[in-house]
C-alpha cells in the first residue's frame, strides 16, 4: 500500500452511473473538514472511501464520489463564485436531514428545505454552505423512491 494511500475499499473503481465522476472542494483544514463531511456523509450512508494524509479525504459507496482537498498549488482554499455542489436524495425527509446535520456541523442556511419552482411543483431542495463557505443543494425531484 502507498503511504499516500488508506482506507481504500476497492481496487478498481465500479462504473455506478454517468457524469458527473466526482466532485470536490477545497479546504484550508482538512482535519475539520473530514469531521464535517463524515457527518454529512452519514445522512447518505456514505463512509470514507479513500484518505490521503495531509492531502484529501474522498467519500463514496462503490467508487469515488466527491471529496474535500487541499489546493494542489499550495494557496489558500476559495470559494468558487456561482459554484455550487448538489447532491441527490432519495426522500424528502433525506434533504431534511442532510440540511440539519449541516447546520448542526457548522454550515449555514442559504435556502430551508422546501419545493421549489412556480406554484411549489418543483423538486424539493434546501442549501446550505459548509463552515468553509463551499455551496451545496440537496434536493429531490419527483416523488420518494419506494
Do not use: W
Given at each position: 500500500m502507498n503511504d499516500m494511500t488508506v482506507n481504500l475499499k476497492i481496487t478498481q473503481p465500479e462504473?455506478?452511473?454517468?457524469?458527473?465522476?466526482?466532485?470536490?472542494?477545497?479546504?484550508?483544514?482538512?482535519?475539520?473538514?473530514?469531521?464535517?463531511?463524515?457527518?454529512?456523509?452519514?445522512?447518505?450512508g456514505i463512509g470514507r472511501f479513500l484518505v490521503q494524509p495531509g492531502r484529501a479525504v474522498y467519500y463514496g459507496e462503490r467508487t469515488l464520489e466527491f471529496g474535500v482537498i487541499k489546493p494542489f498549488d499550495g494557496g489558500p482554499a476559495s470559494v468558487?463564485?456561482?459554484?455550487?455542489?448538489?447532491?441527490?436524495?432519495?426522500?424528502?425527509?433525506k434533504v431534511r436531514e442532510a440540511y440539519a446535520t449541516a447546520l448542526r456541523a457548522g454550515g449555514s442556511d442559504e435556502g430551508a428545505p422546501g419545493p421549489r419552482g412556480e406554484n411549489g411543483e418543483g423538486p424539493y431542495c434546501a442549501y446550505f454552505r459548509d463552515p468553509e463557505g463551499n455551496k451545496f443543494l440537496v434536493y429531490r425531484a419527483g416523488p420518494d423512491e419506494v
Amino acid at each position: 500500500m502507498n503511504d499516500m494511500t488508506v482506507n481504500l475499499k476497492i481496487t478498481q473503481p465500479e462504473r455506478v452511473r454517468g457524469l458527473p465522476g466526482h466532485s470536490t472542494v477545497g479546504t484550508g483544514n482538512l482535519e475539520a473538514a473530514g469531521e464535517f463531511y463524515d457527518k454529512l456523509m452519514a445522512v447518505f450512508g456514505i463512509g470514507r472511501f479513500l484518505v490521503q494524509p495531509g492531502r484529501a479525504v474522498y467519500y463514496g459507496e462503490r467508487t469515488l464520489e466527491f471529496g474535500v482537498i487541499k489546493p494542489f498549488d499550495g494557496g489558500p482554499a476559495s470559494v468558487g463564485n456561482g459554484g455550487m455542489v448538489a447532491f441527490e436524495a432519495r426522500y424528502r425527509a433525506k434533504v431534511r436531514e442532510a440540511y440539519a446535520t449541516a447546520l448542526r456541523a457548522g454550515g449555514s442556511d442559504e435556502g430551508a428545505p422546501g419545493p421549489r419552482g412556480e406554484n411549489g411543483e418543483g423538486p424539493y431542495c434546501a442549501y446550505f454552505r459548509d463552515p468553509e463557505g463551499n455551496k451545496f443543494l440537496v434536493y429531490r425531484a419527483g416523488p420518494d423512491e419506494v
